[in-house]
C-alpha cells in the first residue's frame, strides 16, 4: 500500500467511526422521544418561532451543520455525549435519593425542627383549602390532603402533633446543570412520640436561592 | 445556555411572561419526577404553564409538555390541565405555591387600545403564600425617548434650563 492509500483509509476509517458515533446519537435521541415536534401552545408563546426562516433554521439547518459537524469531530461529541449521559445518571440517582426524603419526611425531621406543638383539629382548620372557584378540593391540604390522610392514620393515643420547618435538599429541576445545589425550606406537621419525631408530612417547599 | 422558553401569567386580562416555575414546587411535594422531558433545546424542562391571577389567587390554567415518549399538548383550547389533575380539567388553584413571581410585558398607553403601540416595559412583582397573592408592585419602564416628562437636548445641544 502507498502511503496516499493509506491516509485515504484512515480518513474513511475516521470518517465511518464518525457515522457510526452519529448513528448512535440518533438512536438515543429517537429512544428518549426527542424528535417530536413543538406544541401548539409553546407556538402561541413564542409566535417568532413560527417564520419560515426560524422553521428552517430549526429544522433543516442546524441538524444538518450538527450531524456534520459530529461526522467531522465525532471524538469531541463522542465525549460531550458520554458526559450527558453520565450526568442525566448522576441526577436520576440524586433525584431518587432526595424524593426518598420528601416521601418519607420523618427521616429528615428532628427535635430541633419542631415548632409549635398543635392538635390535628387545629391542623386542620387552619390548612382547610376552600377555593371560591372550585379548583381544589375542599379538604385540608386541598391536593395533598390524601398525603396528610395517611399519616393520620398512623397516630397512636398518646402522640403530639407539631409543626416542623427545616432546609433540605430538593431534586434537582429538568433545566438545572448543578445537582445537589437546590435546596428548599420545607415546612409541615409531625407526629411526635416520646419527644421523637416518628412520622411526618410536608406540605409547603420554597426554595431557597444560594 | 439556550434562552429557555417562559410561562405566562395572565392578570387582569393581560398577558405577561414570567420567569418562576410554580409547578415544580408540586413535584416536589408530591413526591414524583417531573414527568416531562426535555424535546427541545429552548425549554429543558420539558413544558410550559399558564398561570392566572383571580381574586388575588393563582391558578395553573394551561399546560402544554412532552412526556418520556409522546408529546401530548395538556392545552385543550382555553386551558385544561387534566393530565397532571384529573379531576380539575379546567383550573387548578396553586394552594401549594409560596414564592415571589416576577412577570414582565409590554405596558400599555392609555386604555391600551388595538393598534396603540406600548409605551414601555411593565413589571409585575406578586408575593405568593400558599397560591394567595399577599403583596403585589408594579412598575413600568418607559424608554427616555417615549417619556415625554424627560428632559430633551435642546437644538444647540445643550439641556433646556
Not at chain 1, 485515504?8 to 424528535?35: K, S
Not at chain 1, 415548632?115 to 377555593?131: K, M, N, P, S, Y
Not at chain 2, 392545552?75 to 401549594?96: C, I, K, M, Q, Y
Amino acid at each position: 500500500m502507498t502511503p496516499i492509500e493509506v491516509l485515504c483509509f484512515a480518513v474513511l476509517a475516521y470518517l465511518c467511526l464518525g457515522v457510526i458515533c452519529l448513528a448512535q446519537m440518533l438512536y438515543r435521541q429517537w429512544r428518549g422521544g426527542y424528535w417530536h415536534g413543538s406544541s401548539e401552545l409553546l407556538a402561541a408563546l413564542h409566535p417568532q418561532r413560527q417564520t419560515p426562516w426560524y422553521r428552517f433554521r430549526e429544522r433543516v439547518l442546524a441538524p444538518v451543520l450538527t450531524a456534520l459537524a459530529i461526522v467531522l469531530v465525532w471524538p469531541r461529541a463522542a465525549w460531550i455525549d458520554a458526559r450527558v449521559a453520565w450526568r442525566d445518571r448522576r441526577d436520576r440517582l440524586a433525584t431518587e435519593s432526595e424524593l426518598a426524603e420528601i416521601l418519607h419526611p420523618s427521616r429528615g425531621v428532628r427535635r430541633e425542627h419542631l415548632r409549635e406543638h398543635l392538635t390535628r383539629a387545629g391542623i386542620e382548620a387552619q390548612e382547610f383549602v376552600l377555593d371560591p372557584l372550585g379548583a381544589a378540593p375542599a379538604a385540608p391540604f386541598g391536593l395533598l390532603n390524601a398525603a396528610w390522610t395517611s399519616l393520620v392514620e398512623r397516630e397512636r393515643p398518646g402522640d403530639e402533633w407539631w409543626s416542623f420547618e427545616r432546609v433540605g435538599r430538593l431534586p434537582p429541576h429538568n433545566d438545572s446543570n448543578d445537582t445537589g445545589r437546590r435546596t428548599g425550606r420545607m415546612r409541615g406537621y409531625a407526629i411526635v412520640r416520646g419527644r421523637r419525631p416518628v412520622a411526618a408530612f410536608i406540605c409547603e417547599i420554597t426554595e431557597v436561592r444560594s | 445556555m439556550t434562552r429557555q422558553v417562559l410561562e405566562e401569567l395572565r392578570i387582569d386580562g393581560e398577558r405577561l411572561h414570567m420567569r418562576a416555575h410554580p409547578l415544580e414546587p408540586w413535584f416536589d411535594l408530591a413526591g414524583i419526577r417531573s414527568p416531562f422531558v426535555c424535546a427541545i433545546t429552548w425549554n429543558r424542562r420539558g413544558y410550559c404553564g399558564v398561570w392566572e391571577l383571580v381574586s388575588d389567587r393563582l391558578y395553573l390554567v394551561g399546560l402544554s409538555g412532552t412526556f418520556s415518549n409522546v408529546v401530548q399538548d395538556l392545552n385543550f383550547s382555553e386551558g385544561s390541565v387534566a393530565t397532571l389533575f384529573p379531576d380539575f380539567p379546567e383550573r387548578v388553584f396553586a394552594h401549594w405555591y409560596t414564592g415571589t413571581l416576577q412577570a414582565e410585558g409590554d405596558a400599555p398607553a392609555g386604555q391600551g387600545g388595538i393598534g396603540e403601540p406600548p409605551i414601555g416595559r411593565r413589571t409585575v412583582i406578586v408575593d405568593v403564600e400558599r397560591g394567595r397573592v399577599v403583596r403585589r408592585t408594579e412598575r413600568i419602564e418607559v424608554p427616555a425617548a417615549a417619556d415625554p416628562s424627560a428632559p430633551r437636548p435642546s437644538p444647540a445641544g445643550g439641556a433646556r434650563p
